[in-house]
């Protein structure tokens, strides 16, 4: 008879109520391999820590058997006959555990307890209500083997086994007495070895992939049996008996194996495979009730299928499994299957996986099936070795209930050891999960075809435009032809490039100058719509280049510059088609000219370069000149036909001209407000990929020029010295406007009427015809009045003091403004701050567009340039004079010593030797510290002279906002009882009981007492520490994830796109440049129709990505078509088209209009109607009288 051991759940409720005489005692939740160990160590730090499942045995019965090897190896073979000879002594257990899952009672805050993120780990979390607990049972088979103590060798199935000790005794079937023991924690168990030289094909309760799997038993120690086996009752089939023998299959990592069991009698066996079948009968209610206690609160839908997304982040603090580090990787396992593996990261103790290591994968599955995973899913993490098997780091589990409530959250494990492994006390993994979108499922599913078929993403990061021809080609091609008239006068064409119009070939094909000249300024036949800002639009023609250098080898043969322009704005890069062999290139209509980007932030520049186009391989494509246009001062509803001059370089001097270029800008704003508040944001990090390095080296020189400052050099150290004394010629800026305030000197212009005698009247005209009022133009000395009244406030009122420093700035600003809008140059001017005012409180400008004809106030403009450049130069002779004159003095001085004589005199040995300059180790430090210097001095001064119009308008608004708040501050009542208290508090003679009663009663701290203190504050020291490294180590997991997706979706090599303008020299159009209100043609409904439906356009994503795990592009739509309404913009239909009345209202609008017809129809139902019945029965009262008399 098996030995049948029965706990009673009411007297046993939990471990400690095992009886000792018990071999099956179930080792505590913190035993290696129990589901404990998956749980987030993390967050026993700071909140409480996940919901415990302790186990209690309830029952067990035990055989003692012999059992043959099994009839089939790990890989399916059958063994020879010859080698089941060998009867080998075993234990046979049928186990029944219960099970207690302990679940908040509202399954929000639990979900919350389970998945919070570490960014706020900030105290406890309560429950609202009190635990649920749910019980169900589990039942196994297990086997065990029989060992011997040794000391020369430690069994495999008990190395490193930890956590906890105690022992137990009883009897068994042949009287013998075992002790079960576990190690002491941090110490190992008890060695063993077994005493059959033969061994099962693989262990269940053995190896580095079942300890977590295992449940909540991991394996044990005795001093004569151990555990081998533990499977569950649905892994066991009884397949036949014959009298005391048993055949049974298991089965594992879904490998079957048969196995013969002889018990010792006939009863024994038929008692064995009674309990089997009992028990699986009893199995189909325990899989409801632990299925129920899975889901807890969670209600699932009927049929309902998961798709849950599941980012391995990052590893950090793991163990040293190498030499000096590790190489891991992770290994994810569900069900004892393996369905995901990382690759491996090389020689880090702090790994971050990315979409280039294969951290992304996805479960999809069945809910139920998710949920009947009891064990959740395995994360192993190993060190990569190139022989020899892996070496297992640790592992942890994330249970089915935190993969279908995750949301994304950023979730921290610490890592346990595998049964038999090492424990290495360290390492933490950081996972998050969230239920799949339709964009993920599409993501995953082309990630993993790339994967296996090593494609690259086709997402297209940059447009090439067509043409480029060779040397060979440009010389033996012509550019130009004769063609004669009837006259018999020649005329000069020239041939069409990249091609001719393909809907005119032959017209189009060799054209005139005069021709080219009126077909450039033609609306564009086709545009190309980048970008992902949905504030407005830019729309960017490039018209021509003007002047270029010839960049090519063999220009008296034909061969000259390929010009190209590359334009970078914020997230998109484009290029125009290539024109060959031509120094003033001239962009048609139909060639690819036309842009429209997308804008995201109010302060971003438009990149424009010129290259000559370059077909070899090796050599990059050179840069010829380029250009940043600011979009801060445009306006709406305007055209803009500038022209530039293009430099090489914006951020040294000594630069020069490399010709000219010609575009054609226009901007659309959809919602003036928007923009203006999203100035108070600070500008993201925007980067271009490219998939390409000749690419990359085009946009790189686009946006920073030729010149990189990163670098270290002498000549850049020079330029920022240059730079920073460069400003000191503000002070003649200053001087002049300290003259203006003091000497109330007239700078506002105003127009006047003024009586004045006109020259014109006759002599014979009366007194009022002499004399008549004239309009005159008058200076008033604005800033001297605001000084004057400033002044005579804050001299009878000091309490002011803070309101006037705010004014001060404020006005500071405005004076700037002022100077730049009294400019005669046209494209000097900015927006003012009434208009930026108007567009905060009203939603828009009001200005209108801007007309500014060509070259307007040139001479005006040219003339004050000069006054300014003359008086500097004048004030730098003058300064240069003063140097002089010094530098004689100084020499005079010397020679005078000389006729003196020195008094001391040195008679030490003087030593030779090589003379080793000590600083210049210390020049590159020194050169990034002038470089960021000159960065924040740039943006001071952009923000000051109103290039950065929209930070201006802020600080001169929130200025004075702060100078009316002061204003009602009392700010001498708080200096009063300020000081009063503090002299009070701190003099009085009170501070001498303080000294009897406190100071003097103080004790010095003991040795003991100092160093608890140290440590405490060390302790603190090192949580600080700690706090920052974590939000490093996510801002640098972070930038590391979005490096790695955005080469996989656009390309390997990246460029930082600046937002704010960072240049040393700024660039403004030329005075041929002009400004004209822009007036589109009217359409029809269907012309218009299909404008906003994308007729001409191509739409190319951008590349800012947005959201976590799978980031995507934040894009606009590609039409511009509405929804509920005829068109988008009915101001431009034609007068007599169908819906040309039709207004524009938004969503609000109309929800307005139609709740204000509904208050008016209730108050006119509410005051009319007893009003009309009044009415009505006054009337009829008085025809009833009058008829009656």
Not at 233 to 246: I, S
Not at 325 to 342: A, C, L, Q, W, Y
Not at 634 to 644: F, H
Not at 805 to 826: E, Q, S, T
């Amino acid at each position: 008879m098996g030995k049948n051991l029965t706990i009673n759940p009411s007297a046993a409720p939990s471990l400690d109520a095992i009886p000792e005489d018990s071999p099956f005692a179930t080792p505590r939740e913190t035993d290696v391999g129990s589901p404990a160990q998956g749980r987030r160590a993390g967050f026993a730090r700071s909140a409480d820590p996940p919901p415990q499942k302790p186990s209690t045995l309830k029952s067990a019965q035990l055989w003692d058997v012999v059992a043959p090897p099994p009839s089939n190896s790990r890989k399916g073979h059958l063994l020879p006959k010859s080698l089941q000879r060998f009867h080998r002594h075993r234990r046979i257990s049928i186990e029944v555990h219960r099970v207690i899952n302990t679940l908040g009672g509202d399954e929000e805050e639990d979900a919350g307890r389970l998945m919070k993120s570490v960014r706020n780990l900030t105290g406890k979390t309560k429950s609202k209500s009190s635990p649920k607990v749910e019980e169900f049972e589990e039942c196994f088979v297990r086997i065990l083997v029989p060992v011997k103590a040794t000391t020369k060798a430690t069994s495999t199935a008990t190395k490193g086994v930890t956590n906890g000790t105690f022992a137990v005794t009883g009897g068994i079937a042949n009287g013998t007495k075992s002790m079960f023991t576990l190690g002491k924690k941090g110490q190992p168990a008890s060695t063993a070895t077994q005493t059959d030289s033969e061994t099962d094909d693989f262990s269940i309760m053995g190896g580095d992939d079942f300890s977590i799997m295992g449940g909540s038993t991991s394996g044990f120690s005795t001093s004569e049996w151990i555990g081998k086996y533990k499977l569950p009752l649905k892994n066991v089939t009884v397949n036949a008996r014959v009298q005391e023998a048993c055949s049974i299959t298991t089965r594992y990592k879904n490998i079957d194996q048969t196995r013969e069991i002889i018990f010792n009698s006939e009863q024994e066996a038929v008692e064995f495979c009674t309990m089997i079948e009992d028990q699986k009968e009893l199995d189909v209610g325990r899989e409801s009730l632990r299925f129920k206690a899975s889901l807890g609160n969670i209600k699932l839908k009927k049929n309902e299928r998961v798709d849950i997304l599941v980012e391995i982040v990052s590893g950090f603090d793991l163990p040293t499994a190498d030499l000096l580090s590790s190489d891991p990787f992770v290994e994810v396992k569900m069900n004892g299957k393996n369905i995901h593996r990382t690759k491996h990261i090389s020689k880090t103790l702090n790994p971050v996986w990315s979409v280039k290591t294969n951290g992304l994968f996805m479960i999809s599955m069945q809910a139920k099936e998710l949920f009947q995973c009891y064990e959740g899913i395995v994360f192993i993490v190993k060190d990569y070795d190139k022989v020899g098997a892996s070496d297992p780091l640790g592992a942890c589990v994330v249970t089915a209930k935190e993969l279908y409530l995750g949301k994304g959250e950023r979730m921290e494990y610490m890592l346990k050891p595998l049964l038999g492994q090492k424990d290495y006390k360290k390492g933490m993994l950081t996972i998050r999960c969230r239920h799949a979108t339709e964009y993920d499922k599409r993501f995953m599913e082309q990630y993993i075809s790339e994967t296996k078929t090593h494609a690259r993403h086709n997402t297209e990061s940059i447009t090439n435009g067509m043409g480029g021809k060779s040397t060979l080609q440009s010389i033996v091609s012509s550019t130009t032809k004769f063609e004669h008239t009837a006259g018999g006068k020649p005329i000069k064409k020239y041939k069409t490039r990249p091609c001719p119009d393909p809907t005119r070939k032959e017209e189009t094909e060799w054209m005139t100058k005069n021709q080219i000249k009126d077909s450039v300024m033609k609306e564009s036949k086709k545009w190309l719509d980048v970008g992902s800002g949905k504030l407005g639009r830019v729309f960017v023609e490039v018209l021509g280049c003007d002047n270029l250098p010839n960049r090519d080898i063999g220009g008296f043969l034909g061969n000259k510059t390929d010009a190209f322009v590359s334009l970078v704005y914020e997230d998109a890069c484009v290029r125009t088609d290539v024109i060959d062999d031509c120094l003033s290139p001239r962009w048609l209509p139909w060639s690819q000219r036309s842009f429209i980007f997308h804008m995201m932030h109010s302060s971003s520049h438009l990149f424009l370069g010129v290259f000559d186009y370059d077909r070899s391989i090796v050599d990059d494509h050179d840069l010829i000149g380029r250009v940043s246009v600011d979009l801060t001062n445009m306006r709406p509803d305007t055209e803009y036909m500038l022209y530039y001059n293009i430099y090489d370089t914006a951020k040294i001097s000594n630069r020069k001209s490399e010709g000219t270029i010609s575009i054609r800008v226009r901007i659309e704003l959809e919602d003036e407000r928007k923009l203006l508040l999203r100035t108070l944001e600070p500008p993201p990090p925007i980067y271009v990929n490219v998939k390409k390095k000749k690419d990359f080296r085009v946009v790189r020189y686009t946006c920073t020029g030729s010149y990189d400052t990163n670098k270290y050099s002498m000549k850049t150290i020079n330029s920022h010295i240059e730079e920073l004394l460069s400003h000191l010629q503000a002070w003649y800026y200053v001087e002049d406007a300290l003259k203006n305030v003091l000497l109330w000197r007239g700078h506002f212009p105003v127009n006047m009427r003024i009586p004045g005698k006109d020259e014109n009247a006759p002599e014979h005209a009366g007194f009022f015809m002499k004399y008549t009022k004239q309009w005159k133009t008058i200076k008033l000395p604005i800033h001297s009045f605001n000084a004057f009244l400033v002044g005579i406030l804050l001299v009878e009122n000091p309490t002011l003091a803070p309101s006037v420093f705010c004014i001060w700035i404020a006005w500071l600003l405005v004076a700037v403004m002022g100077y730049r809008r009294n400019n005669p140059n046209p494209w000097f001017k900015c927006k003012s701050f009434g208009e930026f005012f108007q567009v905060l409180t009203l939603g828009t400008s009001g200005s209108g567009p801007a007309q500014i004809e060509a070259y307007e106030n040139e001479t005006e403009a040219a003339k004050f340039v000069k006054h300014w450049e003359d008086r500097i130069t004048k004030a730098e002779e003058d300064a240069a004079k003063q140097y002089e004159a010094k530098l004689q003095e100084q020499e005079e001085y010397e020679r005078e010593m000389e006729q003196i004589g020195e008094a001391d005199v040195d008679i030490t040995t003087k030593t030779g030797g090589v003379n080793i300059d000590p600083f210049k180790p210390l020049l590159y430090p020194i050169q990034q510290y002038l470089g960021i210097f000159c960065d924040w001095l740039r943006f001071v001064k952009n923000v000051i002279t109103w290039n950065e119009a929209y930070f201006s308008f802020w600080i001169v608004f929130g200025s004075l906002i702060l100078a009316v708040t002061f204003v009602f501050v009392p700010w001498n009542f708080l200096a009063c009882w300020i000081s009063r208290i503090l002299v009070w508090t701190i003099f009085g003679p009170w501070m001498k009981l303080v000294d009897i009663y406190y100071v003097k009663m103080l004790k010095p701290l003991s040795e003991e007492e100092q160093q608890e203190q140290q440590a405490e504050l060390k302790q603190i020291k090192k949580e600080a520490t700690e706090a920052a490294a974590k939000q490093a180590r996510i801002a640098r997991e972070e930038k590391t994830k979005l490096k790695y997706m955005k080469q996989h979706m656009f390309g390997k090599f990246i460029t930082k796109v600046p937002i704010l303008n960072l240049d040393r020299f700024n660039d403004f159009p030329l005075p041929q440049s002009k400004a004209t209100p822009y007036k589109p043609k009217a359409m029809s409904m269907s012309e218009l129709a299909m404008e906003e439906a994308g007729r001409n356009r191509k739409r190319v994503i951008g590349q800012h990505l947005v959201g976590e795990m799978i980031p995507r592009v934040e894009s606009t739509s590609a039409t511009e078509a509405p929804t509920g309404q005829p068109t988008a913009h009915p101001k431009l239909l034609d007068k007599e088209s169908t819906g040309a009345d039709v207004s524009k209202d938004s969503s609000v609008a109309a929800y307005a209009k139609i709740g204000s017809v509904v208050v008016a129809a209730g108050l006119v139902t509410w005051f009319g109607v007893p009003l009309i019945i009044s009415c009505s029965q006054w009337a009829m009262g008085g025809i009833f009288k009058y008829f009656t008399g």
